[in-house]
């Protein structure tokens, strides 16, 4: 904890929400306990009742809060940021590991501009999960609405709640909607650049220690209807390229992450096929 912070400097809390993580949380706490800035408060919330977990946090100087509905990753978030009143709030996954001391010491001074609303990490190197593939990649350091417009919506947000920063005066305008299955984080960052706030991404490195391909269906079909909803375009390959890639890999097995990008990409036109015909399935109706 760092009581002593330099008064001109903004607080800033660290929320954890886990559930089972004895096997993770550990390295998480270190690599946070190592930042050379370090948070004015933690707070963990527990959904399991993982005593191990809560004796780590508050050994840290944290605290814990237990929650004990079903857990709806917007639900539990919006519980967590009601009880951390810091300025800004760095939601850390429970099984994200910050491998460069500095990593929370950018972040903040990221946050300097008080256009900002968040600050999040360009790349991970996630246990498991092949490189990014997707077109519209090249999204800026400052993305803004109007490049939004201009590139489309790429299949992964630019501002993710497994480490992201986020300023909790736009938290408290917009919390996270708690009628999304996933990709709160994604929906949330849009709500940010609609409203003129810019999101930030800074280049540093980090370890997911977990991953779940069996998500990439439902987060395909999210995108496509935040584009929808937003009206702005999804950058995919489409139909006709998809399919091309796909018989490219299947003509060339051998070729590294070929089983990946097979499954990656067949999901997102799962997802498509989804969206087109079952909406609305997530938001009821596409906003006008």
Same mark, same amino acid.
């Given at each position: 904890?760092?009581p ?13 929400? /886990? ?9 998480v ?18 959904s399991?009742?993982c005593?191990a ?6 050994s840290a100087?944290?605290e ?8 709806e ?15 800004l709030?760095l939601?850390?996954s429970?099984h ?8 929370? =010491? ?17 790349g ?8 990014d593939?997707?077109p519209?990649?090249? /999204?800026?350091?400052a993305?803004?609405?109007? =490049?939004?417009?201009e ?7 630019? /501002? ?7 300023r909790?005066?736009?938290w408290?305008?917009c919390?996270?909607d ?11 960052a ?8 810019v999101?930030?991404r800074?280049?540093?490195p980090f ?10 269906k439902l987060?395909?079909q999210m ?25 490219? /890999? ?6 590294p992450d ?7 990409l ?6 498509w096929?989804?969206f087109?015909f079952?909406r ?8 006008s």
């Amino acid at each position: 904890m760092n009581p002593a912070h330099s008064s001109t400097r903004p607080t800033v809390g660290v929320l954890i929400r /886990y559930a089972r993580a004895s096997s993770t949380l550990p390295r998480v706490m270190a690599a946070l306990q190592a930042q050379t800035l370090q948070p004015d408060q933690i707070l963990g919330v527990d959904s399991s009742g993982c005593v191990a977990c809560g004796e780590l946090i508050r050994s840290a100087g944290g605290e814990v809060l237990r929650w004990q509905e079903k857990y709806e990753p917007s639900r539990v978030l919006n519980h967590g940021l009601r009880h951390l009143p810091t300025d800004l709030v760095l939601v850390l996954s429970s099984h994200t590991v910050l491998e460069d001391p500095r990593t929370l =010491e950018h972040m903040v001074a990221a946050m300097a501009d008080s256009r900002v609303a968040c600050v999040s990490g360009k790349g991970v190197r996630d246990q498991g999960q092949g490189q990014d593939r997707d077109p519209g990649n090249d /999204y800026s350091d400052a993305i803004t609405w109007q =490049e939004i417009q201009e590139k489309g919506l790429k299949f992964g947000s630019f /501002y993710s709640n497994n480490l992201g920063l986020l300023r909790r005066s736009c938290w408290a305008e917009c919390p996270f909607d708690e009628t999304l299955p996933t990709a709160e984080d994604y929906a949330w960052a849009l709500e940010q650049v609609n409203a003129g706030h810019v999101c930030r991404r800074l280049n540093f490195p980090f370890t997911l220690t977990r991953h779940s391909a069996a998500r990439e269906k439902l987060f395909s079909q999210m995108t496509f209807q935040l584009a929808a909803w937003h009206h702005v375009k999804p950058a995919w390959p489409g139909v006709w390229r998809s399919v091309r890639c796909l018989a490219g /890999y299947w003509l060339r097995p051998n070729q590294p992450d070929a089983h990946d990008l097979r499954e990656q990409l067949c999901e997102r036109l799962k997802g498509w096929r989804a969206f087109h015909f079952s909406r609305p399935v997530l938001y009821g109706s596409v906003r006008s």
